[in-house]
């Protein structure tokens, strides 16, 4: 039972312009989570997280927003740039259990 | 789709005690499996890399005596944590590539286990 979809496996965006990647969770009890990012024959990295009590976070170029009566996530990349092309992964959990992660979208960033 | 089957989810154990992990591929064949560990509110660290049949390449600074690694078949991948101790508490995630889905978004994550040394 995937508690956590990211039903967009791949994504391309024009350099410059926003990337938006979408993730929608089921369990209404989770209450953090992350974005992951992951470059190919690397270990995922952490790229950014919101908890359930704010609806958005900011940090640089990426901006994260929850809206927890859709159960969305979502995460804005702007401007993108080439080196954002990777692929990126959401997670969700209750706090202190186990994360609950997205299967990725793969976002290419056209020069 | 791909799924990854992680055990236990939360194991509670003493010092000086050993604990196996496990992280199946319940509907395809996962020739690689990684297996990391998450510190709270941290990113995964990639501990190493399992293949099957051979032995494990672990990531510097991962005690390889410590975090035992076995792949014997295709499905099925093991991690021993031995004589543990309060500083191995953590989480721990396994994570196997979708041959057939292939890509870089072939990889499905098992969902985690929570150890907790006292």
């Known amino acids: 039972d995937q508690q956590v979809k990211q039903n967009s496996p791949s994504l391309s965006v024009q350099e410059g312009r926003i990337s938006i990647l979408n993730c929608d969770y089921t369990?209404?009890?989770?209450?953090?989570f992350l974005w992951y990012k992951k470059y190919p024959a690397e270990g995922p990295t952490f790229l950014i997280s919101i908890s359930s009590i704010k609806d958005k976070n900011e940090d640089g170029r990426f901006t994260v927003f929850l809206n927890k009566s859709a159960k969305h996530l979502s995460l804005h990349i702007v401007p993108s740039q080439p080196g954002d092309s990777a692929v990126y992964f959401c997670a969700a959990s209750t706090t202190g259990n186990q994360f609950y992660f997205g299967t990725g979208t793969s976002l290419t960033v056209i020069p | 789709g791909a799924v990854v089957s992680q055990h236990p989810s939360r194991v509670i154990c003493k010092s000086g005690t050993s604990v196996k992990i496990e992280c199946r591929s319940l509907?395809?064949?996962?020739?690689?499996m990684f297996w990391y560990r998450q510190f709270p509110k941290q990113s995964l660290m990639l501990m190493a890399t399992?293949?099957?049949?051979?032995?494990?390449?672990?990531e510097q600074g991962v005690e390889k005596d410590k975090f035992l690694i076995n792949h014997a078949s295709l499905t099925l991948s093991t991690l021993t944590v031995t004589s543990a101790h309060p500083e191995d508490s953590s989480f721990y995630i396994c994570?196997?590539?979708?041959?057939?889905?292939?890509?870089?978004?072939?990889?499905?994550f098992g969902s985690g286990t929570r150890l907790t040394v006292v």
């Open positions: 509907d395809f064949q996962a020739t690689t």
């Open positions: 399992s293949n099957e049949g051979s032995k494990a390449t672990y």
């Open positions: 994570s196997a590539r979708d041959l057939i889905r292939g890509g870089n978004y072939g990889y499905t």
């Open positions: 369990n209404s009890m989770f209450d953090y």
